[in-house]
């Protein structure tokens, strides 16, 4: 396994206790085997057969929107037309 210094920023979940602290990540490359306990993937291209468990089924997905624009889409609800008036005169 190979340590290098990750140099450029927009790494999540990591907050260096000094200024200029350089985070230490594993890279292992194309080596993939059973050493890895976590493999993230983003599946691009559908095959031609579907993988039993991963590609046959379609998982929802498990919370609602937020926000209010958002919900009225998904519930196919208008927004009320008659807004309320602002009090800074």
Do not use: F, Q
Not at 20 to 43: M, Q, T, Y
Request: aromatic share 2%; hydrophobic share 25%.
């Amino acid at each position: 396994m190979i340590r290098i210094k990750c140099t450029h920023g927009g790494h999540s979940c990591y907050r260096p206790w000094r200024s200029g602290e350089r985070k230490h990540k594993s890279v292992r490359g194309c080596i993939v085997d059973a050493n890895l306990s976590v493999l993230n993937l983003n599946i691009v291209k559908k095959g031609e057969k579907d993988i039993p468990g991963l590609t046959d089924t379609t998982v929802p997905h498990p919370l609602g929107p937020k926000r209010a624009s958002r919900i009225r889409k998904l519930t196919s609800l208008r927004a009320s037309t008659s807004k309320p008036e602002s009090s800074k005169k």
